[in-house]
Structures are given as C-alpha cells and as structure tokens.
C-alpha cells in the first residue's frame, strides 16, 4: 500500500516546522482520527498499519491558520510544489469545484464550498 509516510515520521517533521500553531501527538494508533480541532480549523489523519494514507483540514477558506498549519507538512516533508498553493488559490477563487495538485509524493485536493468552508486533502501520489 502506498503511503504518505509513517505518522511517527510526518507528525516529527510537522512538529518540528516554525509555521505550525497547533503540534500533533508523536504516535498515533492505526485509524482515523481528528488531530486537530481548534475553533474551526480541523485536521483528521488517516493512519494504517503501513502508515499514513490521507490527512484532511477542515477550514474557513480564509483562515490564516490553515496555511501555516499545512506548511508543517509542506516544509516539513519537503513537499513544498507550486501545484499545492495553485490548487488552494483556485479554489479560493471557484467555490464547488475541486483544484489538483501533486508533487509526486503526495496528491492535493482542495475545494471550497459556497460558504467559504476550505477541505484540502492530502493522499499518496498516484505518480
């Protein structure tokens, strides 16, 4: 199964990114589960027994908190790639259609619905 990493290794590199507002827990047990939840910024990870194979923020579109907080991974996993702040900008600019972007690592969805609410996804690169 393809994945985005171990948590141990994604919540380390995330944990230890200067942008994040909101660390995570060090491990975490096989499931999903909402890692972050504060006052309308949400982060659920999905992790199996192979690691982690989707992280989702929930968010109001234009939160300030949800950039910083996705570039722990960003940054922290070196998946840094124009196609993530491109698909995030589109859909901030086109409610209810979904923007794509991949770096070959990781695969990113972002929508925005018609009340400015942001769903970014993160998921192994089909690459």
């Keep these: 199964m393809t994945t985005l990493g171990t948590y141990e290794t994604l919540a380390h590199a995330y944990n230890n990114t200067s942008t994040i507002t909101y660390p995570i827990e060090e491990t975490l047990s096989v499931g999903t589960y909402k890692v972050i939840d504060q006052d309308g910024l949400q982060m659920h990870i999905t992790n199996?027994?192979?690691?982690?194979?989707?992280?989702?923020?929930?968010?109001?579109?234009?939160?300030?908190?949800?950039?910083?907080?996705?570039?722990?991974?960003?940054?922290?996993?070196?998946?840094?790639?124009?196609?993530?702040?491109?698909?995030?900008?589109?859909?901030k600019r086109t409610p209810g259609q979904h923007f794509l972007g991949d770096n070959g690592t990781a695969a990113y969805d972002a929508i925005v619905d018609e009340n400015n609410h942001l769903t970014v996804t993160l998921t192994p690169s089909a690459n």
């Excluded at 192979?50 to 922290?76: L, N, W």
């Excluded at 070196?78 to 993530?84: D, G, L």
Aim: zero cysteines; hydrophobic letters at 40%; proline letters at 5%.
């Design 48 to 91: 199996a027994i192979d690691g982690v194979t989707e992280i989702r923020f929930d968010a109001d579109a234009d939160d300030r908190r949800y950039p910083g907080t996705f570039q722990g991974f960003e940054f922290g996993m070196n998946w840094t790639h124009p196609s993530f702040i491109g698909a995030f900008l589109k859909a």
